[in-house]
């Protein structure tokens, strides 16, 4: 899909490394409260396996790269033996990934004829496994996240963080057309991580502001699309308070912008992002 910004022609690429099926209150809070999180570990009934999406961005200025998806590895018996016994049995019993080799960000790049040496930079939209678990592919690329993220971060394993990685911090310190609490990517001025916190502290968004619409790479503000515009929340969030507040944000500006939401699971992201469905 391609869309035209002040920046000049940018061509977006979706690209899926696998699935994870979660349980079901983890995606869908009986409680918005404190008690949501004991209330979706207590669950039995698991979702469908939902996909893992990442984008790649390809704009004048350089290959981004939106989150890293995750790896092939994290199936084996002795994947989470460097972490403790809680997280150890969390992600060991709270997730069902399904990730062949194939399907890892480096090779689907490698097909892609992207090379490290293109990429720009890589954006973190906060340090979930499902998120920052395909860096090992990126040695000497730019690695961006939110300063806040970084010194709070919410169920993270930085166990599993490459031993290279020393991401650039930024503080979305700007505010920009619509509310949003910012920082540029571009020189251009037409690509930004967005604070949009609730399901971490410091969880972000990327957006691209093009001539006639905008895209809102939304990370797991929400698992599909139909949660916001129905003001259903994860139980998985870390904040609900503040999660009701960055859904009216997003909502305000895509009721007046017209803009293509892609959530980081939504199963139909990709099929909106070809179709170039509006939100």
């Known amino acids: 899909m391609k869309i035209n910004s002040k920046g000049g022609l940018i061509e ?33 009934i698991f979702t469908n396996h939902l996909p893992i999406w990442l984008w790649v961005i390809k704009h ?15 199936n ?12 150890k049995w969390v992600n060991r019993t709270q997730f069902k990934f399904e990730v062949e080799p194939n399907q890892e960000v480096g090779e689907q790049l490698k097909r892609l004829g992207i090379t490290k040496d293109k990429i720009k930079k890589v954006i973190l939209t906060h340090l979930h496994i499902d998120h920052f678990d395909g860096l090992h592919d990126f ?10 993220e970084w010194e709070k971060p919410s169920f993270s394993i930085p166990e599993l963080f ?31 991580l967005i604070h949009t916190p609730g399901h971490t502290i410091g969880h972000c ?10 895209v809102i790479f939304a990370g797991d503000v929400v698992y599909t699309q139909e949660q916001i515009q129905n003001n259903a929340f994860a139980g998985v969030n870390q904040n609900f308070k503040i999660a009701k507040n960055t859904y009216a944000v997003l909502k305000s500006f895509m009721s007046i ?23």
């Open 12 to 44: 977006i690429i979706p690209i899926q490394t696998g699935t994870v099926a979660v349980k079901q209150k983890f995606i869908d809070a009986r409680f918005k409260n404190f008690l949501s999180k004991p209330d979706f570990l207590l669950d039995k």
């Open 205 to 214: 968004s990327v957006l691209l502001c093009g001539t006639d619409l905008s």
């Open 139 to 148: 040695e000497g690329v730019e690695i961006v996240i939110n300063k806040l």
């Open 60 to 74: 004048p200025e350089g290959i981004f790269v939106i989150d890293t998806g995750e790896n092939s590895k994290v």
């Open 257 to 279: 912008q017209p803009t293509i939401f892609l959530p980081s699971h939504d199963p139909n992201s990709a099929n909106r992002l070809k179709e170039m469905e509006i939100f």
């Open 162 to 192: 490459p031993k290279w990685l020393k991401p650039t911090l930024v503080t979305t310190d700007k505010t920009i057309s619509g509310g949003f609490n910012a920082f540029p990517l571009t020189d251009s001025n037409d690509l930004f």
């Open 76 to 87: 084996d018996k002795d994947y989470f033996d460097k972490v403790g016994f809680f997280t």
